[in-house]
């Protein structure tokens, strides 16, 4: 069973500005959590800390037994293929194809020779093509990600992340740069696929109905503290208003009940899988 | 709002510059043409040899023509090596420019010695013509191809390793970030986040300065470093000018050539 534990996180950037005030986090189910916040709350620093892209100033975090804050480079290294990564700006290679980019999540497993050669093991290989199907990109193996459309791009992003077989997904504003239909496609599809492997994942997110309709547990960020931790129907005007200030937040929030939330969802997954 | 309120608040003047910053600007070109004028008094020129230019001109191009054209079966054997000697320092510029500009690009050079040991390399090399590499290499192989060769390799070095050593810098980091967070070891983020990003600059570099290494090996030969250069020394001096002006033509072809080959594979790289 995975466990995730964050403890009083602290990251000052140069310059003096405090991202993270000495947060705690726990994650011990395998479930979607997604954390809102203001820009600037310190959602983007939160997960660039736990696979240590940003260096945290002090505090703990603890994947597995396995303590990611005292790790030299070569155990952060180790540590990092067991952790998929998904990007606003998708962050591919631009110029290598579809399955390069893919593959390119298995580079932690394979020598720089085998990496020049593209020489990845028949299961590796046999996998990205399962994942490709399985985001909805069959045939497009040869497609430089240049020529893809913002979902496309993301979709790569997705079994780039998951061709890592991670034991934890972190996601920064998966939908930021991206149309309502394609961010609640991209949303359904990442959440149904770490449900399907049991893979926890902790998504960033703006957009505070995206987060309430597909998310198990919704984290609230203010001044780089945890300041709500509960699920989707936890969330009130006051708990927004906690989160990120006063606003009116009676046409934002939407309150279905359980049962027909469920009930969109697989909806939404039917039409997806009658349509690829 | 009356007709006067409306001009005040709307006037129908209005001036890019104020007064001061104009004559700032005519301060700038005054300074410009005083620097010109004092550098022209400075240096002395002969007037006189000035006056009959145009005849002198005229003189030299009625030697020249019409070209010797029997000339081209002995021009066609250095004129080859003087391609070869590009190629061949091309091709030593790209091994030796690529692991500089790695070192001299900021986010890729592992700390700030080799950055700086980067950077000395590519100022070094360009700070030195080609020709002045050429009588180095001359001092050290003895005359011929293989001192052009290392001329050639010495001065591009510097040329092609600082720009790649930009593109490198103004690559997407996201990339790159994207590429770390799998894992991937230092070597194989350099492989896959940030050459597939540079390419393009690194193709478009190396056949640009190939075009510029044909037309500078064609004088390597002065200081007797190889190529046509060496026959067109002479003839110069034995005041053969039907010869020179075969030799002028046979290097303009070839820098045509090697222009649009340049240009055709720079166009197609995407």
Not at chain 2, 87 to 112: D, K, Y
Request: aromatic share 8%; glycine share 8%.
């Amino acid at each position: 069973m995975l466990m995730l534990s964050v403890s009083k996180l602290v990251k000052t950037y140069p310059g003096g500005v405090r991202a993270l005030n000495g947060l705690d986090l726990t994650v011990d189910t395998p479930q979607v959590v997604t954390v809102i916040g203001s820009s600037g709350a310190g959602k983007s620093t939160l997960i660039r800390c736990i696979n240590r892209l940003v260096e945290p100033t002090s505090g703990r975090i603890v994947l597995n037994d396995l303590d990611v804050t005292a790790l030299s480079r070569r155990g952060l290294r180790r540590a990092r293929r067991r952790m998929g990564m998904i990007f606003q700006e998708y962050n591919l290679v631009e110029r290598l194809t579809v399955m390069e980019n893919t593959l390119s999540g298995r580079l932690g497993y394979v020598n720089f020779w085998q990496a020049y050669r593209r020489k990845y093991s028949p299961p590796d290989i046999a996998r990205a093509f399962e994942l490709l199907h399985r985001v909805g990109l069959d045939g497009y193996e040869y497609t430089r990600a240049d020529a893809l459309s913002g979902g496309q791009r993301q979709r790569v992003g997705i079994a780039r992340a998951l061709m890592q077989q991670p034991d934890l997904l972190l996601v920064d504003e998966p939908t930021a740069s991206l149309d309502p239909k394609t961010a609640r496609q991209i949303m359904r599809l990442l959440c149904k696929l770490a449900h399907e492997n049991g893979t926890p994942a902790l998504i960033n997110i703006h957009d505070v109905g995206l987060a309430q309709e597909f998310a198990d547990r919704i984290v609230g960020l203010a001044d780089g503290v945890n300041a709500f931790d509960g699920t989707a129907d936890e969330l009130t005007p006051e708990v927004l208003n906690a989160i990120y200030g006063e606003e009116d937040w009676s046409k934002t929030i939407n309150r279905p009940t359980a049962d027909s939330n469920k009930k969109m969802q697989r909806d939404g997954l039917e039409r997806e899988s009658a349509a690829g | 709002m009356t007709r006067e309120q409306h001009a005040r608040r709307y006037p129908e003047v209005w001036r890019r510059f104020t007064p001061k910053e104009t004559l700032i600007r005519y301060l700038w070109f005054a300074a410009v043409a005083f620097i010109a004028a004092w550098s022209l008094q400075r240096l002395e020129i002969p007037w006189f040899y000035f006056l009959d230019a145009h005849t002198q001109a005229g003189d030299l191009l009625s030697r020249m023509v019409p070209p010797y054209w029997g000339f081209f079966a002995e021009v066609a054997g250095p004129l080859i090596e003087t391609v070869h000697i590009a190629t061949l320092g091309t091709v030593i510029t790209v091994l030796v420019a690529l692991p500089i500009a790695f070192l001299a690009a900021r986010n890729t050079t592992p700390n700030a010695l080799t950055w700086f040991i980067g950077r000395f390399l590519l100022v070094a090399s360009r700070s030195v013509n080609t020709v002045v590499w050429g009588l180095i290499f001359v001092a050290i192989f003895g005359p011929g191809a293989m001192a052009g060769i290392w001329s050639i390799a010495a001065r591009s070095v510097g040329f092609v390793g600082k720009l790649i050593a930009e593109a490198i810098e103004e690559i997407d980091r996201g990339t790159v970030e994207a590429v770390e967070a799998t894992g991937a070891s230092r070597l194989q983020v350099l492989l896959i986040g940030v050459i597939p990003q540079v390419l393009p600059v690194i193709y478009g570099t190396i056949v640009y300065r190939w075009d510029i290494n044909i037309r500078e090996s064609t004088v390597l030969g002065f200081v007797g470093a190889g190529g046509i250069g060496i026959m067109l020394y002479a003839s110069i001096n034995q005041f053969a000018w039907h010869e020179v002006s075969v030799m002028l033509i046979a290097i303009f072809g070839i820098v045509v050539v090697s222009e649009f080959v340049s240009a055709t594979v720079r166009g197609r790289i995407t």
